[in-house]
């Protein structure tokens, strides 16, 4: 496992123990790096303004 | 973690970076762009909030002439008081009764006019004159209080707070990653104490929302957190699954499906946070009263005469040492119940009592005891959050708490404004 995967452990878990405690910020947050994934990756113009 | 940061090297742009510094800049991100979406939240959270922080002041000065009377010696029975308000009110229906507070204070009639305005009508109780009306729906307060709740935009408005507050709550956990010291060990500077005389503006603006992030956030945690119980989606659940009271509680009563929240309406709050989930109970028109009540007692006129009268009602709260500040609300229907509730600033004073409508029995008797850890410490948490807890310190340590986050959001602001790619909007 590389070393930085040790480091994404602890944060990973904050994250998903605040998603699943506040529901919308897990659902916004799925939105939001679905977004991320299929939308602005994918449309240069957009991903230089948020790059 | 923060034993590794000192091997972090300064330049971003190594192809290879050290995981930590990818991490950082991640949660740098993460931070940056929920920032953008709650600062607007935030400012009109704060800025409201400030406002109806200080509500009791602010009331006392706006309706000085509504509210004090100049107090005799002998008061009017409650039926009198609200038989003057009935008839200065034809047609109203009377929701809710609130006797005087005080010997100087007038007592307060709630009532719903025929073209459906939401009125309190002020009256003397030693004299029965009526003093004048306050619209519940569209008086400074309430509207101050329904930007604060739901941006005034209804159930969605009431979504998109909650939505900000937890995302707050996530800027509040990744900001203190950031304000976290890297590089060089630790200094004071630039995380306790302000670097305000720096020649660098990008210092003195960073330090000025990192260190004032960092002492705000408890305070600002505590009040995100102790808000959203009111909230619509998270508070709605949060409430229904603490807030089950023992089912032998009411054995003996039948029970409606109408829940005591009912009482609650927008923009005025009637009985605790901790008993909206309590069902109301119903009164039985079998159980007649013994004596008749002479006077008409109710809004209702179609209501039996030999219904309990509003002085028997207030009666049966006192001798249930109800606090100061209580109200009646009326029944409903047939078989609703008159329902005494007391939301007094110290939170364990709080207490809800159902009447049955024809036998002046108590139905329910819901005190600080009988609410059950969390509720008890939402309550606390909502006297302190409205600073109603410990007065006037309460009150100005909840508007240092916004004064923080106004100073947050623009401080975040101007950051980015600053660091902003030349010529366009962008994450620096």
């Keep these: 496992m590389p070393a930085y995967a040790q480091q994404w452990r602890v944060p990973t878990a904050i994250v998903a123990v605040l998603g699943i405690i506040f529901p919308l910020v897990g659902v916004s947050l799925v939105a939001v790096l679905l977004l991320d994934y299929f939308v602005i990756s994918r449309i240069p113009p957009l991903r230089r303004i948020l790059n | ?428």
């Design chain 2, 1 to 428: 973690m923060s034993n590794l940061s000192s091997s972090v090297s300064d330049t971003t742009s190594a192809a290879i970076e050290p995981p930590l510094n990818r991490f950082y800049r991640t949660v740098w991100r993460w931070h940056f762009y929920a920032g953008l979406f709650v600062i607007p939240f935030m400012l009109i959270l704060a800025i409201t909030g400030s406002i109806y922080l200080f509500k009791p002041q602010l009331d006392a000065v706006m309706y000085r002439p509504l509210m004090v009377v100049q107090p005799t010696v002998v008061m009017l029975p409650y039926v009198q008081q609200l038989t003057a308000v009935q008839q200065a009110y034809r047609d109203a229906l009377v929701t809710k009764f609130t006797p005087n507070v005080a010997p100087e204070r007038s007592a307060e009639v709630t009532l719903t006019t025929p073209d459906g305005q939401n009125l309190t009508v002020f009256v003397n109780p030693y004299t029965g004159q009526v003093l004048g009306d306050r619209n519940e729906d569209h008086n400074f307060q309430a509207q101050i209080r329904e930007i604060h709740g739901e941006l005034l935009m209804g159930r969605l408005g009431d979504t998109l707070v909650e939505l900000a507050a937890c995302w707050g709550l996530v800027l509040l956990i990744t900001g203190l990653y950031l304000w976290l010291p890297r590089r060089n060990g630790f200094s004071v500077w630039g995380t306790l104490l302000p670097r305000l005389g720096s020649k660098s503006r990008r210092v003195f603006w960073r330090d000025l929302h990192a260190v004032s992030g960092f002492y705000g956030a408890l305070l600002i945690g505590f009040l995100i957190l102790t808000g959203l119980p009111w909230s619509g989606f998270w508070g709605e659940t949060f409430a229904q699954v603490w807030n089950r009271f023992p089912a032998q509680m009411f054995d003996n009563y039948p029970q409606s499906t109408i829940l005591t929240g009912a009482l609650n309406q927008k923009g005025t709050q009637t009985v605790p946070w901790a008993v909206e989930q309590l069902p109301m109970p119903k009164s039985e028109p079998g159980h007649q009263h013994g004596e008749k009540a002479e006077l008409p007692n109710s809004s209702h006129a179609e209501r039996s005469a030999t219904a309990v009268n509003l002085d028997e009602v207030i009666a049966v709260a006192q001798s249930n040492a109800a606090p100061a500040g209580f109200s009646v609300s009326f029944p409903t229907d047939e078989t609703g119940v008159y329902t005494v509730s007391a939301f007094p600033d110290d939170p364990t004073q709080e207490m809800t009592l159902h009447i049955d409508q024809y036998s002046s029995q108590v139905l329910t008797d819901i005190r600080w005891h009988d609410y059950g850890l969390v509720p008890k410490a939402v309550e606390m948490g909502i006297a302190v959050h409205m600073g109603k807890y410990f007065g006037l310190p309460n009150q100005l340590l909840m508007l240092f708490a916004c004064l923080i986050l106004v100073l947050l959001c623009v401080s975040g602001l101007v950051m980015w404004w600053r660091r902003r790619p030349s010529k366009r909007l962008g994450a620096p």
